[in-house]
């Protein structure tokens, strides 16, 4: 069963000959324990397709079910719920909130949802992501490493079925990069999760098990390891 | 309340700054709330002590005791649970160094007017007063002795009785004999049946008198008629509501400029599917917590300020109405907040992370 399933998604912006079809008859599968790159040149669709995969956007036309579940035709409250307990966001801007502390971030989930990582999991959550010792520190006091991993610690800590992440690694070196993508793969085969990688970082997608590519608003499969 | 906390928390100085403005704002709504209390008192101190529910003038007075006149036969058919005669003249009394603008009262000691005196004692003869406690900032002591314009008599203070102020004038209390001799001067036996007016307890105003020259006045509306009084009252209350307005207006405005700069991150909180609800509620906490903050250091500004002033500046504070007004700035401060909650609400999670 696919925890993200597309049905002939088609996505387009504005009307007449200013109209631009953003994702043409897209149609997708994901499974539990999958790490999937979408690699394509800017403009090609890509944060269109994440968009929409992750309820940010609706669809002009086509079904998209996550966990079973057609959210293509949904309002923004009930998006907002979807997104809050299904997916976990890892964004190229940093997504942490500024005035709060690394253990502050994830307290802020559980005021606004149940069922996050219990004490011990959060604690080996954070020793795999090696953010141990950052727990008390804000955001501006961290590297850009060190804050993409911690974002990494609040896309899991909710328990996702699926981690969307928009170029993880733009801001990084490449040795972090690397890292970043090794983490993201273990956490992925741990705790059967799906994740989705964004990037136009060809480098990358030797850790995923499939890579799609974006080309003009068609994505198409492109390698199956 | 978590995300409001933590972000006062974090930025100390830029919340300091904003309760402080709302600090100042209460400081200055408390500040005239005394001063409106205190000059208000400044009026009505001696009609409050009566504890009465109205006050029988001619009709044509126009609502001035000063300006009426009647005999004490028209007082005695007055229907009423208590009834008081009241004679009353203004005057400058004065010793030999010392001079003050005061109101006498020419009164029955046997009557429900009769203050207590709070030092020395009741006058028990002619020329002797009770003269109000505010005078002796004036430098008046007991056993004064106080010439008055426009009279040879001379008055003897005897006692003194507490808030006992008439239209910004210390009241002197002396019996009815006392003040037609300063009235009338030698045609005092003349006119020792008149009197300004007749004070009354009742529960039927309108059947105080049938006499269509008289009219009864509740105490109140003769407060409110005395010379001055509501030009100023309504002044200060002006300024106390406008002052509502723009601590509103203040709070709205810097709440905005704050939730603008943040609109990316509440965008991000929202992609990552934290309701606007919560969002919402976390910035009305926070102008909450402002709001509370900076009114109640305000008020314990204005109480110390109070404290410190010099006894020649009417105030006078009114701890409940200080705590209702603390109520409406809190109110007013959060109904600033909406326009916030409102750009909050609209913020598209979309754009806020670039898609």
């Known amino acids: ?225 | 309340m978590f995300l409001a906390w933590n972000e006062i928390q974090k930025n100390k100085l830029r919340f300091t700054l904003i309760i402080g403005v709302l600090m100042l704002v209460a400081y200055l709504v408390f500040f005239l709330s005394g001063l409106a209390n205190g000059l208000a008192s400044l009026n009505r101190e001696a009609v409050d002590k009566w504890d009465a529910s109205a006050i029988v003038l001619t009709e044509e007075s126009d609502k001035s005791l000063v300006a009426s006149t009647m005999t004490i036969d028209e007082a005695e058919a007055m229907e009423a649970d208590k009834t008081a005669v009241l004679g009353q003249i203004n005057a400058i009394a004065r010793t030999d160094d010392q001079k003050a603008n005061v109101s006498i009262f020419g009164i029955r000691e046997d009557e429900f007017i009769m203050p207590e005196v709070s030092e020395g004692e009741a006058f028990s003869a002619g020329n002797e007063v009770i003269a109000s406690d505010t005078i002796k900032e004036d430098g008046f002591a007991l056993g004064d002795e106080l010439e008055l314009s426009s009279t040879d008599e001379k008055l003897t203070i005897v006692g003194f009785t507490e808030d006992a102020r008439f239209n910004a004038a210390p009241v002197l209390y002396g019996d009815l004999g006392t003040f037609q001799r300063v009235k009338f001067g030698e045609a005092a036996e003349a006119n020792e049946d008149q009197i300004n007016g007749v004070v009354v307890r009742t529960d039927d105003i309108s059947a105080v008198t049938d006499n269509s020259e008289l009219e009864a006045i509740e105490s109140e509306t003769f407060i409110e008629n005395l010379p001055g009084y509501t030009a100023q009252s309504l002044t200060l209350n002006f300024m106390i509501y406008f002052l509502f307005a723009i601590s509103s207006v203040i709070v709205a405005i810097f709440l905005y400029v704050l939730t603008v700069q943040k609109i990316s991150m509440f965008g991000v909180m929202k992609a990552q599917g934290i309701p606007s609800g919560y969002l919402a509620r976390s910035v009305v906490a926070q102008t909450f917590i402002l709001a509370a903050i900076g009114v109640a250091i305000g008020l314990i500004l204005t109480l110390v300020t109070g404290a410190f002033l010099p006894a020649a500046v009417p105030v006078a504070f009114a701890i409940p109405t200080m705590l209702i007004y603390g109520v409406i700035l809190v109110a007013v401060a959060i109904i600033g907040a909406v326009f916030s909650v409102l750009t909050i609400v609209k913020i598209d999670p979309l754009k806020a992370i670039g898609g």
């Open chain 1, 1 to 225: 069963m696919a925890v993200l399933e597309m049905n002939q998604i088609n996505k387009t912006f504005g009307s007449g000959h200013k109209k631009v079809d953003a994702l043409k008859k897209t149609d997708f599968q994901a499974e539990r324990g999958e790490l999937i790159a979408v690699i394509g040149p800017s403009g090609s669709g890509k944060s269109t397709f994440l968009t929409i995969a992750g309820g940010l956007l609706s669809p002009t036309s086509g079904d998209i079910f996550i966990n079973e579940k057609n959210i293509a035709s949904l309002n923004e409250k009930e998006l907002s719920k979807v997104r809050l307990k299904e997916i976990g966001f890892i964004l190229q801007a940093s997504n942490l909130i500024p005035f709060l502390t690394v253990d502050k971030q994830m307290k802020l989930l559980d005021k606004v949802k149940k069922d996050n990582m219990n004490k011990q999991e959060l604690e080996q959550l954070y020793e795999d992501l090696g953010i141990t010792d950052l727990r008390n520190k804000y955001p501006s006091d961290l590297s850009g490493g060190e804050r993409q991993r911690v974002a990494i610690a609040k896309a899991l800590y909710s328990n996702p079925s699926i981690i969307l992440a928009d170029e993880p690694t733009a801001s990084l070196d490449s040795d972090r990069a690397y890292e970043v993508m090794q983490l993201l793969r273990n956490e992925t085969k741990n705790k059967k999760t799906t994740t989705i990688v964004v990037t136009h970082d060809i480098r990358l997608i030797e850790y995923c098990d499939k890579v799609y590519k974006m080309v003009d608003g068609v994505l198409k499969l492109h390698e199956q390891s």
